[in-house]
């Protein structure tokens, strides 16, 4: 594939022939076609979405995949067969504005230890607000649980411009996160066995191990749909979140600290499943239990650990969001 501009916005598709026809437009009609190629792997569809392409968006690239491979290992075979300088992955249910390629690209190409990046990611539906899957930047706390600039836990903030400024932050978000192509691949790309939920913070960590900084680039701005997968009450979301975050844990924390973190990720978890058990979900509770005894069977798969505790060298995540947030009643972020 002609790789001879520099960026590449790669919309991973399976079955989304309606998400194509509502948001591939709007990405088209704002990205400065000079700068970027607009990608559309496609993830073994069995809709009309190659037809819909073909047909509509005859300067769209489509990458044609003969099967299904998931969200992670998708974007990985896209990553290695395109090989663009950067690649931004975006989803199918996002919207760029007017503008938002050229903020991100510039400031890559100005900080080159800078190794991925996000845009400010507000809400498609209500454009006044953050969207919960990444708003101005991730961050991770102490104990490993994740939380944004703009989102916690389930507290969505409203953009008054309060996150403008351009930040180090600890992941950006999957929705639309730009990478250095050669770098993601180098640490690996995305972990194909999450399948779902927290691969891209396993992504950033390792970004981060290997030596760059990520970034959140509030100049650019993408909306994004969100919440169209799973919503937060399913079971299966539950699995994944707490069975992830687990593996997140055990791959990225080096031996010292490993058993000590997990262990008390542990009570915090007993604490959630004890939640559910007593508001009568044990759909929710079991999910929990299933989470920890498969991590307990996949944690064998990763045998290689880093040396570094990026919780404990790090200034940004000295945090307890579980302690601000339902005891202290700190319901914002706050550096």
């Known amino acids: 594939m002609d790789n001879t501009k520099p960026v590449a916005v790669i919309i ?16 088209i009609a704002t990205t400065n076609e000079k700068l970027a190629d607009i990608i559309v792997a496609d993830n073994g569809s069995t809709d009309n979405s190659v037809k819909l392409i073909e047909s509509e968006f005859p300067n769209v690239k489509l990458l044609k995949f003969t099967e299904n491979h998931g969200f992670a290992e998708g974007y990985n ?15 199918s249910d996002a919207a760029s504005k007017e503008g938002w390629i050229e903020p991100i690209y510039e400031y890559m190409e100005a900080h080159p230890q ?40 389930s507290t969505v903030e ?14 950006a978000t999957g929705a639309a996160l730009a990478v250095r192509s050669d770098l993601y691949l180098k640490v690996g790309g995305l972990d194909k066995l999450f399948f779902a939920h927290m691969e891209e913070i396993d992504l950033c960590w390792r970004i981060l191990l290997a030596g760059y900084d990520i970034k959140v680039i509030p100049q650019s701005i993408v909306y994004h749909l969100g919440g169209g997968s799973l919503p937060a009450s399913n079971p299966r979301k539950t699995y994944l979140n707490f069975r992830n975050n ?6 990225n924390l080096p031996d010292s600290t490993r058993s000590r973190k997990l262990f008390v990720r542990r009570l915090y978890d007993t604490i959630a499943w004890a939640k ?27 045998n290689n650990h880093p040396s570094i505790d990026l919780l404990d060298t790090r200034t940004d995540t000295h945090r307890n969001i579980i302690l601000d947030y339902y005891l202290r009643g700190k319901k914002y972020w706050e550096n």
Not at 276 to 302: E, G, P, W
């Open 12 to 27: 991973l598709n399976w079955n989304g022939e309606s998400l194509l026809q509502e948001f591939l437009p709007k990405v």
């Open 158 to 171: 409203k953009d008054n411009g309060q996150y403008d400024d351009i930040c180090s932050i600890f992941w």
């Open 246 to 251: 687990l593996l997140l844990l055990h791959k």
């Open 276 to 302: 559910f058990v007593a508001t009568l979900d044990f759909k929710n509770a079991n999910a929990i239990l299933k989470a920890h005894n498969d991590f307990r069977q996949m944690r064998k798969q990763y």
């Open 114 to 153: 800078t190794g991925a990046c996000q845009p400010k990611l507000l809400s498609y539906t209500t454009p006044d607000e953050f969207e919960y899957a990444g708003a101005s930047g991730g961050f991770i706390d102490k104990n490993g649980y994740p939380y944004c600039r703009g989102r916690l836990f």
């Open 77 to 91: 075979q896209a990553i290695s067969q395109t090989r663009y300088k950067y690649t931004i992955l975006l989803n």
